[in-house]
T-cell receptor, first 109, second 113 residues
């Protein structure tokens, strides 16, 4: 079973910041949280991952709460091309990524 | 650096046939994982290979098998195809251990009639 829970869907206006929440209250202290996205019918694309500190790269920022029970992926200036399903994932004990249903993010013009 | 490639991209088979899908990982990556994605079940882990050995296996019947070659290329085989095997089959590679970031190929879309 997935160790993370996410809202089923979200909307965001083009040009605004998209904030995607994820709850992962059961992950252990040494498990990373990964974010991927999947644009329709393509392979998933890696976005970012983190352990306890906030992370930023050219695609997004990841804010992890101090208790590590939740995190938020931030797309600072969403474009129509960011419309996709976003997955927040934590690995199981065999280091396999367990995929949930993700959040369908729709960017509206 | 070239990304993960999968062949073929699309495939149509009939029930009872078998199929072999191929995956070439990113150069230097030694771990290859396979996933099945269907609308109802989402992304489900099939198996992972590292240095020609199956390291982890998901909860799929024995009709699903795979292998990895010395150059890290991997194949997966599905025998005695069933209608429910229609899916997008995704391959992902990572540098060393599976906990490293995984990079996905475009997938092979299999339709079983």
């Amino acid at each position: 079973d997935a160790k993370t829970t996410q809202p089923t869907s979200m909307d965001c206006a083009e040009g605004r910041a998209a904030n995607l929440p994820c709850n992962h209250s059961t992950i252990s202290g040494n498990e990373y949280v990964y974010w991927y996205r999947q644009i329709h019918s393509q392979g998933p694309q890696y976005i970012i991952h983190g352990l306890k500190n906030n992370e930023t790269n050219e695609m997004a920022s990841l804010i992890i709460t101090e208790d590590r029970k939740s995190s938020t992926l931030i797309l600072p200036h969403a474009t129509l091309r960011d419309t996709a399903v976003y997955y927040c994932i934590a690995p199981d004990s065999n280091y396999q990524l367990i995929w949930g249903a993700g959040t369908k993010l729709i960017i509206k013009p | 650096k070239a990304g993960v490639t999968q062949t073929p991209r699309y495939l149509i088979k009939t029930r009872g046939q078998q199929v072999t899908l191929s995956c070439s990982p990113i150069s230097g990556h030694r771990s290859v994982s396979w996933y099945q994605q269907t609308p109802g079940q989402g992304l489900q882990f099939l198996f992972e290979y590292f240095s020609e050995t199956q390291r982890n296996k998901g909860n799929f019947p024995g009709r699903f098998s795979g292998r990895q070659f010395s150059n890290s290329r991997s194949e997966m085989n599905v025998s005695t195809l069933e209608l429910g095997d229609s899916a997008l089959y995704l391959c992902a590679s990572s540098l060393d251990r599976v906990r490293e970031t995984q990079y996905f190929g475009p997938g092979t879309r299999l339709l079983v009639l």
